[in-house]
């Protein structure tokens, strides 16, 4: 990692040709904001690759997607944090990747088999493009990034390398192999979990990434718009099935209810956590900003995009449901892996916030009762929900989330005031980090 004096290094020298040093305080640009937009549509194709095998597995491969996916987001974030993005090389390369990056989520659906009638192999199209796509950032980060010899250049090429190696055996081996069905699927998913195993494992034992966090502002809009994506990908799912259902008031409060339960998630990440987090990286000095960032923020945010995508799978299903009882002139309720879906998409992204909050700040400790108490309530209701029609089901998740929004706001008391006031004033962002 790059210490206090060669941070102090960086900001006297000259940024390598065609960059400019990213500098503290400084926002998210627009390339990076329509580099996001990749992943609304990635997001979309998770959510979809859970309902084409609307299976334990399927949903495990999903998730195996989702994580690929998150770590190709990662690490050009914390680029972007070294480099500006607005101007020069990095601008243009950025551009370059989203458009691989869209490929890549076009595939995504086809990661692991081919739909009838491909020309080419979507699974080998889509390791192509990770592939690509990281190979871009490693030139660039030998390029342009202070600190990155040969030794930081090899522990990152290793990992990748042999990742790479697993993901292309899983396209290809698998299918030739073996016949059982069964056996492709099983081999398809060992192979990819082992290289995401591999990848994800390498970087955390990594004493040095030859990162810093420059920008705190800039580190923690990016994880909120993409957390703002992942919300606005679960609305679209909705619409875009419910665009085929007749109106009915069904449909009317389903709708309502899924903005209601992503506001009131969307609530418990923004209103005040995220704004103690930030100040808590704000306050520490720069050199000591890498391991509570890599933590909090590249590791425990994608349980939480993981349990907004289930949510999104949920909500798909209650929709379906409707459609059907227009259909049948019947009342199902939303039983089996859809149920599990939508409340246990719900806990798994507050208990990811929980880690991330005692992670990262000790302030408003209080609120952490709430989101642990409403996970175990809504683990502790399925078998009640079960019970319910579809709607009435989604519907007392709503009324439960909107419970823990107003309790919060009666726990964190003074606290959030003070926060969100710093927050609104901009006194937040003039605090200075201190020497160790």
Known sequence: MVGGDEASDRSSARAPLGTRWLREGTGVSTVEVFFDLAFVFAFIQVTALMGDDFTGHGMLNAMLVLALLWW???????????????????????????????????????????????????????????????????????????????RIVLRVAVPLFVASVLLSAAAIVPQRLFHDP????????????????????????????GWQVVSVRHWAERHGLI???????????????????????????????????????????????????????????????????RDAYTYLHLPMIAGIMLLALGLEKVVAIIEHNELHRASVPLAGLGLYALYGGVSLFLLSHVGFQ???????????????????????????????????????????????????????????????????????????????
């Not at 209810?257 to 995220?274: E, Q, R």
Request: proline content about 4%; hydrophobic content about 60%.
């Open 72 to 150: 190709t987001w990662s690490v050009y974030t914390w680029l972007g944090n070294t480099l500006q993005a607005r101007t020069g090389l990095i601008r243009i390369a950025l551009l370059a990747v989203a458009m691989i990056t869209f490929v890549m989520a076009v595939a995504a659906r086809q990661a692991f088999t081919d739909l009838p009638g491909a020309a080419i192999s979507g699974p080998l199209v889509f390791v192509a493009c990770f592939v690509v796509v990281r190979l871009v950032h490693l030139a660039l980060r030998w390029h342009a990034v202070p600190g990155t010899g040969p």
């Open 182 to 209: 069964g056996m492709v699927k099983g081999s398809q998913t060992g192979l990819w979990m082992l290289a995401i195993a591999i990848d994800y494992g390498c970087s955390l034992l990594m004493r040095s990434w």
């Open 227 to 293: 957390v703002l994506v992942a919300f606005g990908e679960s609305l679209i799912a909705v619409g875009l099935i419910s665009s085929r259902v007749p109106m009915t008031w069904g449909l009317v409060a389903a709708s309502a209810f899924a903005v209601v339960i992503a506001a009131a998630l969307g609530w418990t990440y923004f209103d005040v956590v995220a704004i103690a987090a930030e100040r808590t990286l704000i306050v520490k000095p720069v050199q000591r900003r890498l391991a509570a960032a």
């Open 358 to 436: 005692l992670r990262m700040t000790r302030l408003v400790r209080r609120i952490i009762w709430s989101r642990l108490t409403t996970a175990a309530l809504l683990a502790g209701i399925i078998p009640i929900a079960n019970q319910f029609p579809a709607v009435a089901a989604l519907g007392l998740l709503a009324t439960i989330c909107v419970g823990m929004v107003i309790t919060e706001v009666i726990l964190a008391g003074g606290q959030r005031k003070e926060l969100r006031e710093a927050a609104l004033t901009g006194s937040l962002w003039s605090e200075r980090p201190t020497r160790p």
